[in-house]
């Protein structure tokens, strides 16, 4: 090596020790049954370095306020140069990431590698997929259109059905009674600073266990039980015989590449779905989430009513601690997913469930449906609601309103009102509209009685 080089490596060694960094990292050796499946790890984190490249691109114009939002993006994808592009690459980057850092988890779940030792990677793991989850809902209202608007008033209107800490999640996440300029600035810090912060102090936690754990190969041959007592000779062992890393990183090479010529392939080619500016007072409007939440949102349309938070709270929680404590309930020790048939029917089950939920979410005829959504028709009222009723029939709102129907359509359908209006919102609208919205055509209802406003409210916040 030329001398000077020599001596450049020599100074770095000398205070950052780079010789026993490099073996320790890079010129390690891998078990044998190293696949191409491993790469989808790598594939994930390239991914999310490339979001977050592109991210600082957009966060150059983009500007966090209901004003301004909408014509700042505009303004990106028409004005900047590669703007449209670079939009692109994020927009379609986020299902890229999603995608790839599922069929990892997939990958994990499919080959066993969650169990003994590496119970830990497998519970950040799960963290960094609900972590890119959340990327994904807070950049969701970003652009501030209407499909933005309204997917994020029934998102935060989900988290407000929460048992107990409902209220006050619904309330962090809005920070008003209404999605307006805070919720978007709440979303915005979420998505470039809270968010990112969370998701890269968890991955470097999951890298550095990666890395003291080793890779676990694939489930054949001596690895393929976990037996604690010779565990660590047998990987020492399969590590004699398996490649280096170097080889490995050969194909992790390969898979990013062809992921980001499809991902530049797909952002030159198709447009990014913008549509109208945010329209908070189109009560027409029937939204639709991301298609990676399809399976939430339809799991909402099958429960009705006071079974709401089943669908939006309890469901979703035995979910995600199930994930998470997989490796301890789990005590097999075999770790092809033969050996493990619980686990591997829970999992099949459990995907093809969502695969159904998302496939009827993504060609559903858009909500309300007949019956599903509207359980109230069948049963009578419960005391609680028909009190409302009442005073909804006697005020005559269905002069101007249809309900389930009936009605004139003056002013928009009540339907589903309460999937868009919480009570609080809905008292203060009904009691004196123009305050809530300026060029109201509703008259206002000042003179009602306190328990019947009370009533009312609660009657058409419960309409989903
Ligand atoms: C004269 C017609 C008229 C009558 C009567 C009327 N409304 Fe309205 N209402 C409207 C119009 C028009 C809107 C559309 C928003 C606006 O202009 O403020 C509206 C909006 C609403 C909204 C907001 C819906 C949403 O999702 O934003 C609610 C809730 C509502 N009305 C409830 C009632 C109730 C309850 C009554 C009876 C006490 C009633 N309205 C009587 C015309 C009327």
């Not at 990013?256 to 409007?285: G, H, I, K, R």
């Not at 298609?291 to 309890?314: D, H, K, N, S």
Request: aromatic share 14%; with cysteine.
């Amino acid at each position: 090596m030329a001398p000077r080089l020599t001596a450049v490596l020599d100074w770095l060694q000398e205070r950052l020790g780079t010789r026993e960094q490099f073996t320790r990292f890079l010129d390690r050796r891998l078990p044998v049954g190293t696949t191409w499946w491993h790469t989808l790890g790598s594939a994930a984190l390239f991914l999310i370095l490339l979001q977050t490249v592109t991210g600082f691109f957009l966060a150059f114009y983009y500007v966090p306020s209901p004003e301004h939002a909408y014509d700042s993006l505009t303004y990106i994808q028409n004005e900047i140069p590669f703007g449209r592009f670079v939009r692109g690459l994020h927009y379609w980057g986020a299902s890229f990431v999603v995608v790839v850092v599922f069929l990892h988890l997939l990958r994990v779940f499919v080959m066993g590698a969650y169990k003994y030792p590496r119970e830990m990677s497998w519970i950040v793991g799960v963290a960094i997929f609900l972590v890119v989850m959340l990327f994904g809902f807070t950049g969701y209202l970003l652009p501030w259109d209407q499909k933005a608007y309204w997917a994020t008033v029934v998102g935060t209107h989900i988290a407000g059905t929460a048992p107990v800490i409902g209220e006050y999640l619904w309330r962090i996440l809005q920070g008003g009674v209404e999605v307006g300029a805070r919720t978007l600035g709440r979303f915005y810090a979420a998505h470039v600073l809270i968010l990112p912060a969370i998701l890269y102090g968890l991955i470097l936690v999951h890298l550095s266990m990666v890395i003291y754990q080793g890779i676990a190969p694939t489930p054949r041959g001596p690895l393929a039980r976990i037996r604690k007592e010779d565990y660590t000779r047998l990987y020492e062992e399969s590590k004699g015989r398996g490649e280096t890393f170097f080889e490995h990183l050969l194909r992790d090479a390969v898979v990013a590449f062809v992921l980001v010529a499809a991902l530049v392939l797909v952002s030159a080619t198709a447009t990014v779905p913008m549509e109208e500016v945010a329209d908070p007072t189109d009560t027409q409007y029937v939204p639709r989430p991301e298609w990676y939440f399809f399976f939430l949102f339809e799991l909402l349309w099958r429960f009705p009513g006071e079974w709401i938070p089943v669908a939006t709270f309890w469901i979703p929680l035995a979910a995600v601690l199930l994930l998470f404590l997989l490796p301890f309930y789990d005590r097999t020790t075999g770790r092809h997913p033969l050996r493990r048939p619980v686990a591997s029917g829970a999992g099949a089950g459990a995907l093809a469930l969502i695969a159904v939920l998302t496939y009827q979410g993504a060609t559903a005829p858009l909500p309300p449906r007949e019956g599903a959504a509207m359980p109230q028709e069948a049963t009578a009222l419960p005391p609680a609601l028909a009190k409302g009723a009442a005073v909804y029939e006697a005020q005559g709102c269905s002069a101007c309103h249809v309900l389930k129907g009936t009605g004139t359509a003056a002013g928009p359908d009540l339907t589903r009102v309460g999937a868009r209006r919480d009570e609080p919102w809905l008292k203060r609208f009904i009691k004196n509209p123009s305050a809530v919205q300026p060029r109201s055509a509703m008259p206002p209802y000042g003179d009602l009685a306190e328990d019947e406003l009370d009533a009312l409210g609660k009657y058409l916040a419960s309409l989903r």
